[in-house]
């Protein structure tokens, strides 16, 4: 075992009830935060309100259910680990093209197929260990952080789309936000460290709606949501189709998901055991069958597909809270708040500004994390041209997103976002520019031989 100074609560250890639910808690903020993308969705397929409450419970439940069997480390099932389930973006734009050209059931079968898949590649990706060396897992584990920097900064600036306005009182929330959780973090004893995120939200919150007079009117008309509804159960009885010209652009999608969840796994993993020397990669590949079962199971449900959290693994890293029980809790909670549609809706309206600055906050783990196992190792310059190359062209995604939607489309389909561009890149990088050293291995097994 690791020296307990590692932690607050270690990985199998249970907090105390009150901190157990409070813990809880602050991840379930930063869950809460995407309920967003379900009422986005409904919105872009001019659906009801009926079904945009029915699609937001049963996205709800999808994550929360994922977040429990992700935790409790079932036989083939389950990392173990502190690591949550939302309704993640990487698959909003393909879910949305299929909900335009086959409604609700074609939606339904993309999203049941894209976790089937994920549940195909994790023993692939146990079997692949020997392509993943640290110097790359490190590098995945970075991405993962520097994945969610535009979502992440343009929250903090307020803004919804990149040709808002941006408002001074946005900046300073988000700016007071931010230094409010790095103070409490780096300077903080016990309680005040542990709950860090939980103190410059609230603080950032309450910043907000004194500052500006719509975050109080918006939190205002919160009282006209219901207390308690049930969803529409007829969503769970409509047929499921599936068209083969969405197949290609499902698989990739399916494949960076599981890099993402991968990428998820490896830093949680890092974050709850310190101590282990080599990547162990059965909690991984049992993570990442978790993870595909969640997705499956939000199609079956009619939900928005869900994924692994990056920003509440780094804020299990910020606190030294690994426990993966707090996740256990928090998905039971996300389940029973399901229901009580005006509990969600208030915490939904947290502040962008307050969000972008806890995105930063956990990110900033995920980043250096990564980028600390990364440069651990002994360094030569076949890693500076795989990481160098490798970053240059997976970042560039992200820098020049117009570039790449005017280029062929075997470019588009694997230059889509930096995490899955720059882990494929390394991996074949790493493979390529090591052929000098296996061929130097030939030489030393053929030469005795010859002798004989």
Known sequence: MADKKHYEYSVNEVPPLGHLLLLAFQHILIMIVVVSLPVLFAGQINETPEFTATLVIFSMLASGIGSIIQALRLPYLGSGYLCPNLCGPSYLSLTLSAAWIGGLPLMRGITIVAGLIEMALAPVVQKLKSVFPIYIVGLVVAMVGVSVISISITSFFGLTLLGDAISSIDILIGAVSLFIMVFCNLWGKGFVKVYCLIIG????????????????????????????????????????????????PLIVIAVGSTLKTFGNLLAAQKFSEPELEKVNYVPIRNGIVADGLATALSGLFGAMAVDTSSSNIGLAGATKVLSRWISVVAGGIFIVLAFFPMLTNALALIPKPVLGASMIFTGCFMICAGLEQMLNENWDSHKTFVVGIALSFGLSTSFLPSLYARSPKVIQTFFTDPLPTTTILAVLLNQIFALDKAYQKIKKTVKPRKSK
Do not use: C, D
Request: glycine share 4%.
């Open 201 to 248: 939200m609230f603080l950032g919150w309450g910043l907000a709606l004194i500052l500006n007079r719509e975050y109080w009117l918006n939190l205002v008309l919160v009282k006209n949501s219901p207390l308690f509804a049930l969803p529409q159960l007829n969503t769970i009885f409509r047929p499921i189709t599936l068209h083969l010209n969405l197949l290609i």
